[in-house]
């Protein structure tokens, strides 16, 4: 692993222990997936454990075992701030700063408590004491296999966290159509089939559950609000509240809506901009060489991995598209070479 930290997490994991998992805001399989997983392993070795999340996840998540016990903080405030405050270990998983915990961050950053990280994406931050940290792996739920596995208790794998699993992976590689070209996963995978996962039900558990409104806010977002670039082999959609509240948006109802863009023919760079709680919250894609991580990073305070990034920007959604076509003519040649 590029950043591994195994044997000291192993350590700290000896004896039974308050522990505490969190992870990003706007959760998604890979995070919800890792978490609950996580989650059964440390209470099956008499840890205490808890999870907390910044916002509530997609209800097309909520058939994982153990979904119920997850702590949002958004409504649940302060039995949240009470699991902090008594923890002994926290585990971030599935992102790589505090910040992404959005109001959350701040509690957990002032907390005394050892803070470890299981994570696959680029730049982990040195607010961690403790990482396990790569971004050669498809998802963080691989990761939590891979120390489970490593830590000799594979045997602890059960049914329902190998569910968990199975769809953390199948979620963060976009069905195994991309980060997968790892012969590892594939092996991963089949450890998890071995346990008795039904791969086909859990694929309709989690795509075949669009609500009315949701499959109407897809088309309605490749009908109207989807912008093609030729000549910077880019395409973009944009979502104003007005528009979510036309289609009674809920969370999860943007989920792959920007992939839609990148699957154009010679479309090299997608992005999804959409408004709500007050800010712009912008999702890129990219294919071959170009960098969204990069680009993320250096223009819009975002990051994430080399063809899949995010960012939250203060800014309008006026002020915001603009910014990143005014930011296109620099990439042109990039971007026309993917």
Not at 69 to 93: G, H, M, T, V
Not at 153 to 161: A, V
Not at 205 to 227: P, V
Not at 298 to 318: P, R, V
Request: proline content about 2%; overall charge negative; aromatic content about 10%.
């Amino acid at each position: 692993m590029e950043n591994s930290d195994f044997t000291a997490i192993s350590e700290k994991l000896a004896n039974p222990s308050k522990v505490l998992l969190t992870t990003h805001s706007n959760p998604d399989g890979d995070a919800i997936g890792s978490c609950l997983a996580f989650f059964s392993y440390l209470k099956k070795k008499n840890h205490a454990v808890k999870m907390i999340i910044p916002d509530p996840f997609p209800e097309f998540l909520a058939w994982m075992s153990g979904h119920e016990e997850i702590l949002d903080f958004e409504n649940q405030k302060n039995a949240c701030l009470e699991a902090i405050k008594s923890a002994d270990l926290i585990f971030a998983l599935d992102f790589n700063n505090l910040s992404r915990l959005n109001n959350v961050g701040k509690f957990i950053l002032e907390s005394s408590s050892c803070k470890m990280l299981i994570d696959h994406h680029l730049f982990p931050s040195d607010e961690f004491l403790y990482k396990i940290s790569t971004s050669l792996t498809s998802s963080t739920s691989e990761l939590v296999f891979d120390f489970i596995k490593d830590s000799g208790d594979i045997h602890l794998i059960d049914k329902e966290m190998a569910a968990c699993l199975y769809a953390g992976i199948i979620t963060d590689t976009g069905s195994l159509s991309y980060s997968c070209n790892y012969v590892k996963t594939y092996l991963t995978i089949a450890e998890l089939y071995k346990l008795g996962i039904d791969g086909e039900h859990i694929h309709r558990l989690i795509y075949d559950t669009f609500s009315e409104n949701r499959l109407r806010l897809l088309g309605y977002s490749i009908s109207d609000k989807l912008t093609v670039l030729p000549e910077f082999h880019t395409a973009y959609i944009t979502l104003s509240k007005e528009d979510l509240q036309r289609f009674n948006y809920e969370i999860g109802d943007t989920e792959g809506v920007v992939n839609y863009a990148l699957s154009i023919k010679d479309i090299n760079l997608a992005a999804l901009f959409m408004e709500r709680d007050g800010i712009v919250k912008v999702s890129f894609r990219s294919k071959g060489n170009f960098s969204v991580e990069e680009f993320a990073r250096e223009h819009f305070d975002g990051g994430g991995h080399h063809n899949a990034s995010g960012a939250n920007c203060q800014t309008t959604l006026k002020q915001t598209i603009a910014k990143f076509k005014a930011l296109l003519p620099v990439y042109q040649s990039q971007l026309k070479l993917v």
